[in-house]
């Protein structure tokens, strides 16, 4: 079953929304593998909400949005499992925990009264919980490898954007449009685990960064343009337990 509580509220200028769903499930699975012969139940609740806001000032606009997303795992994933393959083991989690995704965006956008000029300003993230990933220890007397999918945090990514359009004569025939964005991700995995039971992990931080700038130029049916793009990336990875020589 699931309830919902909504809000909103709407103006000639401004628009507000927000919802907070609340839902409950039940599950029943006839679980049959090897010698377990069960039926198993579980019951879990999820909050997923949801905020939009855009306000506008004259010809400037602002939004801004936030939602979460939540993700369960697998119930067949969560039974006693076991594969013949003695060298390559994987073993299900009966604690995993779903997996929760933020996300928050913000936009402003100006224009100019004296000028054909128009520029925006905003900004992305993403914040994940309990992500999920696969667990690997390595034993090197027996050769086996054990492979359990297990929850893991640290992986998020900040995204910053602005870009500006306009006309560079008074005949409004050339037009320019310019887009620029900068992003860093966060990653975080689990690494192979030799011969421990802990926690190895690796970490990837990456920046990605981007521009884009267009000229056209109209007069009558005729249209001509021009078009630059500029990316990059950079990634450095640091594996828990690693030192470099």
Not at 19 to 40: C, F, G, H, N, Q
Not at 47 to 75: A, E, I, T
Not at 102 to 126: E, K, M, P, V
Not at 220 to 228: E, I, P, Y
Request: glycine share 6%; with cysteine.
């Amino acid at each position: 079953y699931s309830g919902e509580l909504q809000i909103y509220r709407s103006k000639n200028n401004s628009y507000f929304f927000i919802t907070l769903p609340i839902s409950r499930y039940s599950e029943r699975l006839a679980y049959r593998r090897s010698t377990l012969d069960t039926t198993a139940t579980r019951t879990y609740t999820e909050f997923r909400p949801n905020f939009y806001m855009s306000l506008k000032k004259g010809k400037n606009q602002h939004k801004l949005n936030y939602y979460m997303y939540v993700n369960q795992p697998d119930f067949a994933s969560l039974m006693p499992y076991d594969n013949t393959n003695p060298l390559a083991l994987t073993l299900n989690n009966p604690n995993l925990k779903a997996l929760k995704r933020q996300h928050i965006d913000w936009q402003s956008t100006f224009r100019c009264d004296s000028i054909d000029l128009a520029w925006y300003i905003g900004a992305d993230a993403n914040l994940v919980i309990d992500d999920i990933g696969t667990r690997t220890t390595y034993n090197s007397t027996t050769g086996a490898y054990t492979y359990m999918d297990d929850n893991v945090d640290g992986n998020w990514d900040l995204n910053l954007k602005l870009g500006l359009n306009g006309t560079l004569d008074r005949q409004k025939r050339l037009r320019y449009v310019f887009d620029a964005n900068a992003k860093y991700i966060h990653s975080v995995d689990f690494d192979v685990a030799y011969d421990t039971p802990a926690d190895v992990l690796s970490t990837v931080k990456t920046v990605r960064t981007g521009a884009r700038l267009s000229l056209s130029y109209t007069k009558g049916k005729l249209t001509a343009g021009l078009l630059g793009k500029l990316t990059s990336r950079h990634s450095r990875g640091d594996r828990a337990g690693f030192e470099p020589i």
